[in-house]
């Protein structure tokens, strides 16, 4: 009790919010600019610890939040307000199974096809997502599902491999109303509310 009066006369708890905020800021500047060396990185980006970017190949829109521990393999093109579960891979690229002769090991891997997530994405934990796709505009994935095919806009889809399993919302009007208050987000350049509860 006596701790916590000395901690409020002194400002120590004024000063720890600020001082874990300058941290924050300090790791994500070194992380984007030296260890992943993102093509881009918008505003409001947070990186969960232990995530693996491949330097010099992916770029984050605003306000994305990258659990910890992912795996993104390629060029990915992660956009608005997307939220990656902890875990969540993006991999393909495979080695060649069928030269004869040649173990698996040698015989190489093929090249790396792009990855689109578009804004307002969801990819829960331990999703796999195969390379060359688009997750559309508002779509979720549910954790541990392995994508092998493109994920139409606000749509969720789940399983191994996954399926649709319903409409993220009820109707056009509901998509359109949707579409407006993020839009109203990117042009006000505002942080989004639920933003600030998600953990570092």
Sequence with gaps: MLGDLA?????????????RSAYRAARLW????????????????????????????????EYTFIGGHCWLEGKITIGRFVLFA?????VGGDHRFDVVGVPMIRTGRDEMKPVVVEDDVWIGRGAIVMHGLTIGEGAIVAAGAL????????????????????????????????????????????DCPAMKSVPN
């Design 86 to 90: 902890s875990d969540v891979s993006i």
């Design 7 to 19: 901690r409020r006369l002194l400002g120590y708890e004024d000063t720890v919010p600020g001082l």
């Design 147 to 190: 994508v092998t095919r493109n994920v139409e806009p606000y749509t969720i889809v789940g399983g191994s491999p996954a399926q649709v399993l319903r409409q993220r919302f009820q109707n056009e009007r509901e998509v359109a109303e949707h579409r407006a208050r993020l839009a109203e987000l990117r042009a006000a350049r505002a």
């Design 30 to 61: 070194l992380q984007t600019r030296f260890r992943y060396q993102l093509l881009s990185v918008g505003k409001g980006v947070v990186i969960g610890a232990g995530t693996h970017i491949r330097p010099g190949s992916v770029s984050i829109g």
